[in-house]
């Protein structure tokens, strides 16, 4: 096994103060939860309530006692039931950013709402791409009715991709029928709970609180066996302190809640300690998602989900740039790719996002699905042993003269130790490069995407699948009255 | 002596020191200097100072935010002083807040900023703002806007109830609407009647003076 380069950014000290200061903060002062049944379910465990105000303060003995029945390890399981994500130790894995509102046009760039026909699109290109390792409900399609969208966004992606899926609710009638949706590939509850295909985000809205329909999907995913991934997201000088640490403590106090209320709902329920940390552009007052804090930020809470040995996500690889392909949305998406690997995030979403996690991008994915390769194969790090040291052929080479080109060895180990990232990086000769066309990174990425489009098959899902499946996405729809939807069930 | 004291309230105010404004201004009580000179000669000027800075890029949101603040303290302090504030520069009031049910505050404050700075007398009343108070704030205050956020797609639909609260009181005339937020969109402000819609908070500023009729030329 080679050496795994981890990032750290806290002494073990540092850790255990944020530690400390973050139960102190839940205990002292606590977290509003709009939820009846939440809050019943601490104050079984002990937990002083306020019913009234719906208000609950976490005793450290009790954040303490729930930390450890969590799970440490969430497999994740393709449609298929083949194993996919293995969110473990510092296994890292990666999906696109989810619920863009925004789209950039794969023909002409220009900034649009998504439909379904781009849900569709982009679910098969997600599929194709070999880095990125699960979907996420990427965008949000606004020729159905909004408040279908949340389901009506999975059921496409489960008709056009065989990955597993990360996703969330925009409306509190939405998990039940996304489990009902999720179970129909399965056949079961019981085989959904045995074979997870989905993840649930539930974001606590900074500072210290969970909204009802943030608490409504954890416990009823907790209770189902359905990994939930919390995302506290602080956003530095605005819903969070300024100062990194401050809004460490923050981030740190909201996920512990989280945590503590999937245990209570089902003692041992998967949940993956997770956040999407901004910091607040003191120009223009937008949410920096590209910015070096936001990413030591995500970097430093992996520090302490190492340290509750709990499965991790972290929202990096998005940039602020208005477009998919320039050298801001490389930039930033590279930084926070390679650190968030390296701090060992089991589960990084934000790939193709751009816009403070507003647009998605066919261009950039298929960019960053460079980036995760190249990522995956750094956190590799070197192999040192008697035949990657090529002794031997050290010493013929350098006995006899020639080249290594030829050697068996090379052949042995290059597809090994070296990353192919294919044809989006350009590494032909100049005058090739001129002969060709002289394309640009941008036009590189489209003609990948409009060649994937083209080619990438997926495979169809069984009858009876499919069957189960469109029954319950009619019985949705007819319970909204939504009569025709585009690509609607049979 | 008096109009070195408007001036040091106006660097103190630039400075962001907001206990020393606050001092100066009830030193400026004492000494019977005329309230409307504090606002506009010392407030206001220092707050514009700061405006002008944060378009070059030299001041950043934190120091506009404390300053806006420091603003109300003041404001509030003079209050008694004052039979009116008779400030000409002034551009009117608005009555802004987050629509009932979302309580999503920071992008909404960082607009009533904003407005502060560029010189309305914002009356920002938080979050989860029922159709009912909005209006009710507006009839107290006889404002000439008001500016509802909203951060959620269920939410932005509240919109709605106030415009059509407004127009069962018969004030859509007197009284304007602009609306912003992350779901929100131009064609959304059309569809429920609102005067203006901003994407961020430079536009707010821009379609707040424009509905109270100071529209730059050079925009």
């Not at chain 1, 949000?140 to 990955?163: E, F």
């Not at chain 2, 205050?141 to 127009?167: F, G, H, K, W, Y």
């Not at chain 2, 994407?199 to 009729?213: E, M, P, S």
Request: glycine letters at 8%.
């Amino acid at each position: 096994m080679a050496h795994r380069p981890l990032l750290t950014l806290l002494s073990e000290q540092e850790v255990h103060q944020i530690h400390t200061e973050s139960l102190a903060l839940l205990e002292e002062i606590g977290m509003k939860i709009e939820s009846e049944k939440a809050l019943q379910l601490l104050e079984q465990a002990g937990a002083p309530v306020d019913f009234e105000t719906q208000h609950a303060h976490f005793p450290s003995s009790l954040v303490e006692e729930q930390l450890k029945h969590a799970p440490s390890a969430i497999i994740l399981f393709t449609r298929e039931g083949e194993p996919a994500l293995k969110l473990e130790q510092n296994n890292v894995h990666f999906n696109p950013g989810s619920a863009a509102t925004h789209l950039l046009d794969r023909q002409t760039g220009e900034r649009r709402h998504p439909r379904v026909k781009d849900v569709i699109e982009f679910a098969r290109v997600v599929d194709a791409l070999p880095y990125i390792d699960a979907q996420s409900t990427a965008v949000i399609p606004t020729d159905v009715p909004i408040n279908l969208a949340d389901r009506y966004r999975l059921y496409q992606i489960l008709l056009n991709s065989t990955k597993p899926i990360v996703t969330g609710t925009f409306v509190l009638d939405a998990f039940e029928d996304m489990q009902r949706m999720l179970e129909a590939i399965r056949g079961g509850e019981k085989q959904l709970r045995e074979k997870p295909l989905a993840i649930f985000d539930t974001c606590p809205s900074a500072p210290l609180q969970w909204s009802e329909l943030t608490v409504h999907d954890l416990l009823l995913g907790a209770q189902a066996g359905i990994p939930i991934e919390l995302i506290s997201m602080p956003q530095l000088g605005a819903t969070g302190p300024i100062t990194l640490a401050g809004s460490l403590v923050l981030h740190n106090a909201e996920s512990l809640s989280g945590v503590v209320l999937t245990q209570l709902a089902a003692k041992g329920a998967p949940v993956i300690y997770g956040g999407s940390p901004t910091a607040v552009d003191m120009q223009y007052g937008t949410a920096r998602l590209g910015a070096i804090e936001s990413i030591m930020l995500t970097c430093a809470y992996a520090q302490l989900a190492n340290h509750y040995n709990l499965p991790s996500h972290g929202y990096l690889g998005l940039s602020d740039a208005k477009i998919g392909a320039d050298a801001q949305s490389g930039y930033e998406a590279a930084t926070g790719i390679l650190l968030g690997a390296m701090a060992g995030l089991n589960n990084i979403a934000g790939a193709g996002m751009l816009i403070f996690e507003s647009t998605q991008s066919f261009e950039k994915i298929v960019i960053d699905d460079v980036l995760a390769g190249m990522v995956k194969r750094f956190i590799k790090g070197i192999t040192v042993n008697k035949d990657t040291l090529a002794l031997s052929e050290l010493r013929d080479v350098g006995t006899k003269g020639g080249d290594f080109l030829r050697l068996r060895h090379t052949l042995t180990w290059f597809r090994k130790e070296h990353f192919m990232p294919g044809k989006l990086v350009d590494r032909q000769p100049y005058e090739s490069w001129l002969d060709q066309g002289a394309l640009t990174s941008q036009e590189r990425a489209r003609e990948q995407v409009n060649e994937i489009l083209s080619s990438h098959e997926v495979s169809p899902l069984t009858k009876s699948q499919r069957q189960d499946l469109d029954a319950v996405v009619k019985t949705f729809m007819k319970r909204h009255k939504a009569s025709s939807l585009p690509e609607g069930p049979r | 002596m008096s109009q070195k004291l408007v001036t040091n309230i106006r660097e103190e105010m630039i400075n962001c020191q907001t206990n020393r404004v606050l001092e100066l201004v009830q030193q400026s009580i004492k000494e019977g200097i005329d309230a409307t000179a504090v606002v506009s000669q010392g407030l206001t000027a220092g707050i514009r100072v700061l405006g002008d800075r944060f378009e070059k890029g030299e001041a950043f949101l934190p120091e506009l935010a404390v300053a806006a603040e420091t603003m109300k303290q003041a404001l509030e302090i003079l209050e008694p002083h004052l039979a009116k504030i008779v400030d000409e520069e002034a551009l009117g009031s608005i009555v802004i807040g987050t629509v009932q049910g979302d309580i999503h505050d920071i992008g909404k404050s960082i607009v009533a900023t904003m407005l502060t700075v560029a010189g309305f007398t914002v009356y920002d009343l938080g979050i989860d703002v029922s159709p009912a108070d909005f209006i009710a704030k507006a009839k107290e205050v006889d404002a000439e806007i008001i500016a509802m956020s909203a951060l959620l797609t269920t939410t932005m639909e509240r919109m709605q109830e106030t415009i059509d609260l407004l127009n069962k009181e018969r004030l859509d005339k007197r009284v304007k609407v602009m609306v912003g937020g992350a779901p929100v969109s131009q064609q959304f402000a059309e569809s429920i009647g609102a005067d203006g819609y901003g994407v961020d908070f430079n536009q707010a500023v821009k379609i707040a003076k424009r509905l109270t009729g100071h529209a730059e030329n050079t925009s």
